[in-house]
């Protein structure tokens, strides 16, 4: 089978409106191992010049009508979803996921193009009652200016859309490092950036070596703001790098998210919300369900019936019809469940539901279920990210509470009951900058999603995602009596 697209899929970087690089590196599809494409390995030199791109054409861009950038985004939007299956195809056959899950992430990515075409002319000013008659308090909201954005692979669509629509709808430019094993999707954007008439320079795309590239975007002064997703470690560090030229730092970061199945819940709904929380995208999400815990007067009916559905669930290549979960993203991925669930048992857990590599050899893994999860372990301090689902039985509220919140990640938190004093007591009482009260997914496009505590800063999507990209300028107009 050819598994090219050859319509979407590049091999060269785009910088300032010109496919430049020699392809090098290899793409690989996780499912098989094998190369599906080759992209170039540049460095910091050819980062620098994309700043510089992306700093020329900032002129131009943030002098562009609102309306102008909107009609340009918009264009943008509907050759994503003109798009979409080519798209799929491609995140699938570098990322894994089944086709299904790359449409609906293409769909969900394409979102955050339309919000940000709409909210490109609805960057408001302000005036404020002065404090002196003869003057007046004026503030107008500029770009911040050019933007060094750094994405991972788990979401190789969504996660640029949602810094690039915001980005470019506010008049700022950008330079994207995308995730080093899925830079098709990216790349595939900017293909579709370059067709729908986005200016030369405003959206450049540089894929290789993370130091050298991250190393540039962060130190150089140009750049006045990182925008991140990915892990904790390495948000730290672009902080660390971005502090000498005092960058405004957008972090979203991982998680390690609680489910708390209560006993008065609709335990079929809870079922539906965990899996699709915890399974989907074989586990690797920042908002994967990472600790189950289970009220004891339905511990048993609802670990069993996990246990039931996860035998029944389809593994294999995301490209297959009807496969549920795909392989995870690479050996080291793998070598981690293995090691959560091997410290786990060690420790007292009991193996329930898969626990095991997947017959299908390579990179998957069987959806595991997990009993007896505790504190000690690996898997409670630090996300699995990989399809394993360790349950946990507590006996009330308080408790409860104060074991989800027992972590320094505060991203996503899930929860399951109908009593509406405890549904609003619960949710106030979680350490988290999302909550899923009787719902296992939460993203979309339309609501702001961000972390508290190491989980990140900002928050991105909803009208609230595009003040991360604005400066708020006060100016005082005086002297207006002479
Ligand atoms: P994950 O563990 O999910 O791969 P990472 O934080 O390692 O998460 O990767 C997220 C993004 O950060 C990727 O694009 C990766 O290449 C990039 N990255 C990793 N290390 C660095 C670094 N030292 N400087 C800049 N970017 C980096």
Excluded at 35 to 55: K, W
Excluded at 77 to 102: C, F, I, N
Aim: glycine share 12%; with cysteine; hydrophobic share 40%.
């Amino acid at each position: 089978m050819d598994q090219k697209v050859p319509d979407l899929q590049k091999d060269q970087c785009y910088i300032d409106g010109t496919w430049v690089g020699t392809p090098s590196r290899a793409v690989v599809d996780p499912a098989t191992g094998e190369q599906v494409g080759e992209v170039p390995n540049l460095g910091a030199d050819e980062t620098r010049a994309a700043i510089a791109a992306a700093e020329t054409a900032l002129k131009g861009w943030r002098a562009l009508l609102a309306s102008e950038r909107a009609a340009l985004l918009h264009r943008w939007y509907a050759l994503q979803t003109e798009h979409v299956d080519e798209l799929a195809r491609l995140m699938t056959l570098e990322q894994g996921k089944p086709l299904d899950e790359a449409r609906g992430e293409v769909l969900y990515g394409a979102g955050f193009t339309r919000l940000a075409a709409e909210q490109a002319g609805k960057i408001l000013g302000e005036t404020i009652p002065t404090h002196k008659a003869d003057a007046r308090i004026v503030v107008i909201k500029q770009p911040i200016g050019v933007v060094g954005a750094i994405t991972p692979w788990n979401f190789p669509n969504a996660m640029i859309t949602r810094k690039a629509g915001p980005a470019l709808a506010a008049g700022c430019t950008m330079v994207l490092k995308p995730a080093g094993v899925t830079p098709l999707s990216a790349l595939a954007l900017a293909e579709l950036a370059d067709r729908a008439g986005i200016p030369k320079g405003v959206f450049n795309v540089v894929t290789g070596d993370a130091a050298p590239i991250g190393g540039e975007l962060t130190g150089n002064p140009s750049v006045r703001m990182i925008s991140f997703t990915g892990s904790t470690q390495v948000g730290k560090l672009l902080a660390r790098q971005s502090a000498d030229t005092v960058k405004r730092m957008a972090l979203e970061l991982g998680g390690n998210a609680p489910f708390i199945v209560f006993d008065d819940a609709d335990l079929d709904a809870a079922l539906d919300g965990l899996m699709a929380s915890k399974f989907r995208n074989t586990g690797q999400t920042c908002v994967c369900a990472n600790r189950i815990f289970v009220q004891s007067g339905v511990f048993d009916r609802f670990s069993e019936m996990l246990v039931e559905r996860v035998a029944t669930m389809p593994v294999g290549p995301g490209i297959e019809e009807g496969v549920a979960m795909g392989p995870l993203i690479n050996d080291a991925a793998v070598e981690k469940v293995e090691t959560h669930v091997r410290d786990a048992v060690e420790k007292g857990a009991r193996v329930l539901a898969g626990g095991e590599r997947h017959e299908r050899g390579g990179r998957f893994y069987q959806p595991t279920v997990l009993t007896g999860a505790g504190p000690e372990m690996l898997l409670w301090n630090d996300e699995t990210f990989g399809p394993v689902a360790p349950l946990i039985k507590f006996e009330d509220e308080a408790e409860v509470i104060d074991m989800a919140n027992d972590t320094e990640s505060g991203l996503a938190a899930y929860f399951y009951a109908r009593d509406l004093g405890r549904v609003w007591r619960v949710a106030e009482a979680l350490e988290t900058g999302i909550v899923g009260v009787n719902e296992g997914i939460i993203s979309t496009p339309n609501a702001p999603f961000g972390g508290i505590k190491e989980s990140g800063l900002g928050r991105e999507g909803s009208h609230h995602g595009i003040e991360e990209y604005i400066e708020m300028k006060y100016i005082l107009m005086g002297g207006l009596d002479g």
